[in-house]
């Protein structure tokens, strides 16, 4: 079931314009978190990219045989269909 709309926009009108502001509802349900000097976002993004750098190489050689099977696939349906 939906809820009646209470809450209307604002609008400013100007000479030439108009300009219209939603009812800002998500302010309601927003908390507000202590910042915690032991949780440091660029810290922890930091050290997931130090993780994953050991798997970079690992990553190109596998994109580097999906690439050849690709060529090979394509080759094969060329003589396949008869296109070669």
Known sequence: M???RMDKPSVATYA????????????????TVAVSPVDD????????LAQLSGEFSTW?????????????????RRIHLGNA
């Open 2 to 4: 939906s809820r009646p």
């Open 16 to 31: 030439d314009h108009e300009v219209i502001s939603p009812p800002h509802k998500l302010r309601r349900t927003l908390s």
């Open 41 to 48: 976002p660029v810290a922890r993004a930091e050290q997931a």
């Open 60 to 76: 190109m050689e596998e994109e580097g045989r999906t690439a050849g099977l690709g060529a090979q696939h394509r080759q094969g």
